[in-house]
């Protein structure tokens, strides 16, 4: 990992990447994995830096030697800083949206089990972005989520593409796993930008004519990997405002799709879809005064808009059940597929 990773004075706790902060809690896992996360901002501080090293230890199949082999080396070969994506004024919207890709692969999906910035769902956007403009500096690994707030900054000054949180709930031999990329819409297309341990899990072309193809596009990769997508969880456009108080939906539809059948699915998502174009011509309230951001903290969370949770009591038909469930026939011994 590069530059600012040394220790400095701070704890901080372990939670799940996509959902939202559960303050106090410590066993939280995706897939039954548990991670950390840096809470005491960087230069890491020491006790992060030690648990880091003792969870690498744990997870990776030969973690203690692996440990040793790293910090006993003082002459470590010197790690590129990638650079952030810059355009020729006749780039089309695709060619900027592969190169911002380009950009997230290259700081490399980070594997140790400690993420190094802290998420906060609920703060506001201006904040996001500063954490954002952190990773640009730190260029160190990221996970799936620190990857959508980047993808939000580095997609901010595109005015003609419209951004929202897609994360999607996964199951896998009795676990849970949660994943997350940032959705775009440009041109009447859709498409992802992201990160993830599975390279069909992150970017998406802008190539999707609808929602619903863009989702079945993911549901198809995850059957690659003998996972069932149980929940699919789509946000609000964010805004383009980098001085915006406003918090990111980011859950403004919540859809069982394994309790779905396909024409509610795409019915369902049809609805996001025109949600979603009725938000753009909604005026955003005035962002503060810069003496006001620089004072202000998190606000607390507003009554928002209501999630809609959608699933269907009845079964569905033994025909389309039948695809998932013989994929599912891997989930043996309790072995762990992640992604």
């Known amino acids: 990992v590069r530059g600012m990773l040394r220790p400095v004075a701070v704890g901080s ?48 199949p030969n973690g203690e030697a692996l440990g040793r082999e790293i910090r006993g080396n003082a002459e470590h070969p010197k790690i590129p800083m990638p650079s952030v994506p810059t355009y020729q004024p006749t780039a089309t919207i695709p060619q900027r949206l592969e190169a911002i890709q380009k950009y997230i692969r290259e700081l490399q999906y980070n594997h140790t089990g400690t993420q190094f910035f802290e998420i ?7 904040a996001l972005i500063d954490i954002a403009k952190e990773m640009t500096r730190e260029a160190l690994p990221i996970k799936c989520l620190e990857a959508v707030i980047l993808g939000i900054y580095l997609t901010n000054n595109m005015p003609g ?29 859709f498409g992802a930008l992201g990160i993830s341990r599975r390279e069909d899990l992150m970017f998406k072309a802008l190539e999707f004519r609808t929602l619903m193809d863009l989702v079945q596009e ?21 805004s383009h405002d980098p001085h915006s108080v406003e918090q990111i939906e980011w859950k403004h539809s ?12 795409r019915k369902e998502l049809e609805r996001h879809t025109r949600d979603m174009r009725l938000k753009i011509g909604k005026p955003a309230p005035p962002s503060p005064t810069k003496d006001r951001r620089n ?3 998190s606000p607390l969370r507003g009554p928002g808009s209501p999630v809609r949770r959608v699933s269907r009591g009845e079964r569905r038909p033994s025909g389309e059940k039948k695809v998932l469930e013989q994929k599912s026939s891997a989930d043996i011994n309790g072995y762990q597929i992640r992604v």
Do not use: C
């Open 161 to 189: 593409v419209e951004r929202f949180p897609l994360s999607f709930q996964s199951h896998f031999s009795g676990n849970h796993f949660h994943h997350i990329v940032l959705g775009v819409h440009s041109g009447g297309r």
């Open 218 to 238: 993911f549901e198809g990769a995850y059957r690659g990997y003998w996972h069932t997508l149980s929940k699919v969880r789509i946000g609000q456009y964010v």
């Open 120 to 126: 906060k769902k609920s703060r506001p956007l201006t």
């Open 13 to 60: 706790l372990e939670q799940r990447d996509e959902e939202p902060e559960e303050e106090g809690e410590e066993e939280l896992r995706d897939g039954g994995v548990p991670f950390y996360v840096n809470r005491g901002g960087l230069p890491v501080d020491e006790d992060t830096w030690e648990r880091m090293w003792r969870h690498v230890a744990r997870i990776h």
């Open 254 to 265: 919540v859809l069982d799709v394994d309790k779905l059948t396909k024409e509610e699915l």
């Open 295 to 297: 004072s202000m903290g």
